[in-house]
Each structure stands twice: as C-alpha cells, then as structure tokens.
C-alpha cells in the first residue's frame, strides 16, 4: 500500500501511521503502543488481520487486499460516563466520509457501533477502555470498513448481513482517500464532543438513525428486553419503548425484528 497519499489535515489523529500488511488485530497492535507511551492520534492500519476482533467476541473477517482495517488511540480527559457515547460520534464520522467519497450511498447508524447500508453493515466500530484511577487513560478505536469486497468473497454466513463500498456503488474506492476523510471528519467532531459531550450530535445522530422507529430485541444479559426503538439521548444511549414504558439502554446488541410503520 501507498503512504499517505492523500491530504490529510487532521493534525493530531493520523499523527504517526504504521502501516503492516498483516497483523493478527490493529486494536491489539494499538493497545500494546498504549501501554508503552505511545501518543493520541498514534494509528495501526492493515491490509489483512488474522484475528480481526468484533464487539461481543465475534471475528471481523478481514482478508487482504480489500478493505479499511484501522486503531486509533485517543486519550481523552472526559469521565467515564461519557465514554459511552465514543462509537456514535466516531460512526457520524465514518458515515460523513462514505458520503464525500461515494455521495450515493447513504449510510445509517444502527446503535451503538455499525453502519449499515441499504440494511447490510458496511462498517464496524469497536471501541476498548482502559482505565486508570476511575478515569478513561486510553481508548482504542478500531475501525473496519468492507471497501471493496465482492459479493463472491463474502463468506455464506455474512451474505445476508454485509455489504461493501464496491457492492453498493458499482466502484471502486480507494482506501487511502477513505481513511483520510474518516481522519479529517473525525478530528473536529472528537474534538467537539470531549468539550461537550454527546449532547451537539443528537439531532444529526436522530437523522443517521437506522433503528428509529423499528420493533427490536436487545440482548442484555441474560434478558432481552423488546421495544420500538425512539431515538438516541442525550448520554449516548438508546431509548426504548416497551410495554412497561420508556427505558434507556446502555449496552447490547440490537436486533431488529419489524418494521412498525
Ligand atoms: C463489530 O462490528 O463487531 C466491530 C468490528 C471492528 C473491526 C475493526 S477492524 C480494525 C480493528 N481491529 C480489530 O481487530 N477490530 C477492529
């Protein structure tokens, strides 16, 4: 892959990139530079991974040749509350710059952490924590984005859940460009929401919302709860109406079950 070539005027996401043509999983290489000092904005970016990790312990299939697989580290001074609501504001800057590069598509955010297009995911966001003294001291963001996958290299099992640039824009898209634009839209949006919290982005995120308005299942643990999605708070989580009432939710996975409108 080329380095760089593409203007990148993020400043400090993007700050030192190491590019590997192939690792078990950036999130893991990211950590690892977390814990020996390395600086916010410090970036791992694959061509393949080996063991490309998912939220709830799933696999992220990432063969080569293809597709976006990034970390980046943050090291935000926010409280740990406000964490929640990360995978949202870095979802809102995924989806922006799908629509600068491939202005067709039009990418929704199904809560907490993927984006979906014309119903198939087209990118994940996993989000890991490490604390220290109660406080967030580091967050790696990994982001997978299926760029140019085609529909014969998704393996059976996704055929009817994934998707990619190529698939939905009969094109091509280079992945230095995306990366780029992710960086370059993700800088001021992150920026915004350590000064602010959550609380600018609902109404955007109201408009992305691919759940708003669905009958779903969440899975919490051990008990899922079933509701009419109503939209995102303030903190980041989900509002869910069930039949004992409004209720927030705060971590699962969602499922949707029907269209109620
Ligand atoms: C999900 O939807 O479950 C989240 C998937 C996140 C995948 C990305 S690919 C780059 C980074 N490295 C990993 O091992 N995972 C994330």
Same mark, same amino acid.
């Given at each position: 892959?080329?380095?760089?070539? +593409? #203007?990148?005027?993020?400043?400090?996401?993007?700050?030192?990139?190491? +590019?590997?043509?192939?690792?078990?999983?950036?999130?893991?290489?990211?950590?690892?530079?977390?814990?020996?000092?390395?600086?916010?904005? +410090?970036?791992? =970016?694959?061509?393949?991974?080996?063991?490309?990790?998912?939220? =709830?312990?799933?696999?992220? +299939?990432?063969?080569?040749?293809?597709?976006?697989?990034?970390?980046?580290?943050?090291?935000?001074?926010?409280?740990?509350?406000?964490?929640?609501?990360?995978?949202?504001?870095?979802?809102?800057?995924?989806? #922006?710059?799908?629509? #600068?590069?491939?202005?067709?598509?039009?990418?929704?955010?199904?809560?907490?952490?993927?984006?979906?297009?014309?119903?198939?995911?087209?990118?994940?966001?996993?989000?890991?924590?490490?604390?220290?003294?109660?406080?967030?001291?580091?967050?790696?963001?990994?982001?997978?984005?299926?760029?140019?996958?085609?529909?014969?290299?998704?393996?059976?099992?996704?055929?009817?859940?994934?998707?990619?640039?190529?698939?939905?824009?009969?094109?091509?898209?280079?992945?230095?460009?995306?990366?780029?634009?992710?960086?370059?839209?993700? #800088?001021?949006?992150?920026?915004?929401?350590?000064?602010?919290?959550?609380?600018?982005?609902?109404?955007? =995120?109201?408009?992305?919302?691919?759940?708003?308005?669905?009958?779903?299942?969440?899975?919490?643990?051990?008990?899922?709860?079933?509701?009419?999605?109503?939209?995102?708070?303030?903190?980041?989580?989900?509002?869910?109406?069930?039949?004992?009432?409004?209720?927030?939710?705060?971590?699962?996975?969602?499922?949707?079950?029907?269209?109620?409108?």
């Amino acid at each position: 892959m080329q380095k760089k070539s +593409f #203007e990148l005027t993020a400043k400090r996401l993007g700050c030192e990139v190491r +590019f590997l043509q192939e690792t078990a999983s950036t999130n893991r290489d990211v950590d690892t530079a977390a814990q020996a000092g390395a600086a916010e904005g +410090f970036l791992v =970016m694959a061509d393949a991974q080996t063991a490309g990790r998912g939220r =709830m312990s799933h696999t992220w +299939f990432s063969p080569p040749g293809a597709n976006l697989y990034f970390s980046l580290l943050l090291r935000p001074d926010v409280e740990l509350a406000a964490v929640q609501s990360l995978p949202l504001v870095v979802g809102l800057a995924v989806t #922006e710059a799908i629509i #600068e590069c491939a202005p067709a598509l039009q990418p929704k955010i199904k809560w907490p952490n993927d984006l979906l297009v014309n119903g198939k995911k087209i990118c994940g966001i996993l989000c890991e924590l490490q604390t220290k003294h109660d406080k967030p001291d580091y967050i790696v963001a990994g982001i997978g984005v299926n760029v140019n996958l085609t529909a014969d290299q998704i393996p059976n099992e996704l055929k009817t859940s994934a998707t990619s640039i190529l698939i939905e824009n009969g094109k091509p898209l280079n992945r230095e460009q995306l990366l780029a634009a992710i960086l370059n839209r993700l #800088e001021p949006l992150y920026d915004n929401w350590r000064a602010f919290g959550f609380k600018p982005f609902v109404a955007n =995120m109201h408009a992305l919302d691919a759940l708003r308005g669905l009958l779903i299942r969440i899975d919490l643990s051990g008990e899922p709860v079933e509701g009419i999605a109503a939209g995102i708070q303030a903190d980041g989580a989900l509002l869910l109406e069930t039949s004992k009432g409004l209720r927030p939710i705060y971590s699962g996975e969602a499922h949707i079950l029907a269209r109620v409108l």
